[in-house]
């Protein structure tokens, strides 16, 4: 907003920014628990002559046991020599096991640590971001010394928070043994997270609060725990009310982890400041949910905190939000990704965007999503109503070939979010399009290949919410009962797989599948010939089982 005294409207923005912080000193953050760890001290130092070197001087209550990879054991340092073996290592602060060998023969043997200083050439354990109590320095004498200092005092027992909750009722990761969303695994930097099935499982042990995790979910079934997203957003709408409130102008919203915050630079008095825990722990909700709350510009700062792969999905992430944005007509400089060096420019606030929102924080990622996408929609009269997305986005619409669609329903039976169903009494498909998450778990399941995903966003809520068919055919009435029971085509199909099939060669038998359940068992029981063939099939089957 121009002022005919910029120097009076900085003073002005920078008594609205101290208003802003107060405002949310009283704001309280929900624990989500704790992760507890206990070291004895046993540390187990990897590596050659430097090894050796190092576990001599490792002081009591510390004690040191070396893994030699290379040169001969030194009196005085229990020592094993790894000698060529298979080496595994695996664990966290206080429970790591170095499996040596081959299980089962007599070359095995398992070391057990609460820390470890691997010297190898290359980090045994490549994560990148390594589990607590393991470190991997080079071998020169300044490595030495801060190898030194990182063990110092490991010892007793050590909490860190649960950084994460996650809902495996609303996880889109698999159903029913069919395929979905692996962002989450994909993304992490700790890989703490695997799939156990149709759900995934987080180590709590392994996880450091990266916080990805919950920002690429499409759900919300995996969220950040401290702070939790509510926390977060609060902070955010308070933030900007009491800014604009204390006469502040063309707000700018800046995240930053809490230890990226500590380094910044002087920044204009209408930017403010929101300190995360990571900055890849707030997502595209929180960000669009800030521009409908006023700010001009959201700043998402990485100063070399965020590891490469969590870099890579937050990136991604915005060029989602981008195209939302671009979609409903507003300047995707709203969004910008920052580091400490090219700070100074993209701290510039955006024109044109729209006067504040009133809708109230809240912790349902879709949800709040929703309503700052509806919100910006609407003040946009000009926008497009759906408007393509690039491809893994978490929005949009199905494809159905009714050409090869059966209306069996696979795919209504494994949806994770409801976003499709059958209808009542009719064959039919229904489509509910701000349900669908793009996980693809329904054409995964599909037999015939009939579903294919479509990326976009449906902006208008009105068409969104309401339900789409997708496909639909006349009901097949049972030849018996008159009952209907399927489609035409499903039959069709059925009749043409089981065609030479040895229990349905007669006239009867496949007219039997043209009826019902229970009309099908009334007339089976009734059919001599039949309950002959199925004996005679059972007991061959028996036969080669017993082969």
């Known amino acids: ?36 760890y206990v070291s004895r001290g046993r540390v187990l130092i990897i590596g050659g002559e430097e090894a050796q070197w190092l576990a001599a001087r490792v002081q009591s209550p510390m004690h040191a046991q070396v893994l030699l990879t290379a040169g001969a054991e030194e009196p005085g340092v229990p020592a094993t020599s790894v000698g060529g073996r298979p080496l595994v290592l695996s664990g966290y602060l206080g429970a790591f096991r170095t499996e040596l060998g081959e299980k089962g023969r007599p070359n095995y043997e398992v070391l057990d640590s609460d820390l470890v200083v691997d010297l190898s050439d290359e980090a045994i354990i490549d994560s990148q971001i390594p589990p607590p109590g393991y470190w991997h320095f080079g071998r020169e004498p300044a490595d030495l010394d ?12 050590f909490e860190k928070p649960r950084y994460f909750a996650y809902d495996p009722n609303t996880c889109a990761h698999a159903r029913s043994g069919q395929p979905g969303c692996s962002r989450c695994i994909e993304a992490c930097p700790a890989d ?61 919203v800046m995240f930053a982890s809490a230890e990226d915050a500590a380094d910044l630079p002087a920044t204009p008095p209408n930017v403010l400041l929101v300190p995360l825990e990571e900055l890849a722990s707030a997502g595209h909700e929180i960000w669009l949910a800030a521009l409908a709350w006023g700010a001009r510009c959201v700043v998402l700062v990485d100063g070399g905190s965020v590891p490469g792969k969590a870099a890579d999905a937050l990136a991604k992430q915005v060029s ?27 701290c510039v ?29 609407a003040q ?100 018996q009962c008159g009952k209907p029971f399927a489609t035409r085509r499903v039959i069709d199909n059925i009749l043409d797989k089981l065609a030479g099939h040895a229990m349905f060669t007669s006239d009867r038998a496949r007219k039997r599948l043209q009826m019902c359940e229970d009309c099908r068992v009334v007339d089976a029981v009734q059919d001599t010939e039949a309950m002959q063939a199925g004996l005679s099939v059972q007991t061959n089957d028996n036969a080669k089982k017993g082969q």
Not at 4 to 29: I, K, V, Y
Not at 199 to 220: D, F, W, Y
Not at 334 to 339: D, E, I, K, S, T
């Open 1 to 36: 907003m121009p002022t005919d005294n910029p120097s009076l409207q900085d003073s002005r923005n920078m008594r609205a920014r101290t208003m802003a912080q107060a405002a949310t000193e009283g704001l309280q953050t929900r624990p989500g628990g704790s992760v507890s």
């Open 146 to 157: 801060a190898a030194t200092l990182a063990i110092d005092g490991m010892t007793g027992t």
């Open 192 to 252: 703490a997270i695997i799939s156990i099935g149709e759900q995934v499982e987080v180590n709590p042990n392994l996880c450091q609060g990266g916080g990805i995790c919950a920002t690429v979910c499409p759900t919300g079934a995996m969220r950040y725990a401290y702070p939790g997203p509510a926390d977060t957003a609060e902070r955010v709408r308070v933030m900007l009310t009491a800014y604009e409130e204390g006469g502040g102008t063309d707000p700018v």
């Open 320 to 346: 989602y939000c981008h195209a939302l944005l671009e979609g409903l007509n507003v300047d995707a400089a709203a969004l910008r990704l920052a580091n400490t060096q090219d700070l100074a420019g993209r």
């Open 349 to 377: 606030p955006v024109e044109d965007l729209p006067t504040a929102a009133q809708f109230a924080a809240t912790g349902d990622k879709r949800q709040l999503a929703g309503m700052a996408l509806d919100y910006l929609w």
């Open 380 to 479: 946009s009269p000009q926008s497009e109503t759906a408007f393509a997305l690039p491809a893994g986005a978490p929005y949009g619409q199905l494809a159905v070939d009714e050409q090869r669609c059966t209306l069996c329903m696979a795919c209504t039976s494994v949806c994770p979010a409801k976003a499709l169903s059958a209808g009542d009494e009719t064959p039919r498909l229904d489509f509910y399009e701000s349900n669908c998450v793009q996980c693809g778990i329904c054409a995964s399941a599909c037999p015939e290949g009939a579903i294919a995903l479509v990326p976009r966003y449906l902006a208008d809520p009105e068409q969104r919410r309401r339900p789409v068919t997708l496909n639909e055919e006349p009901p097949f009435c049972c030849v």
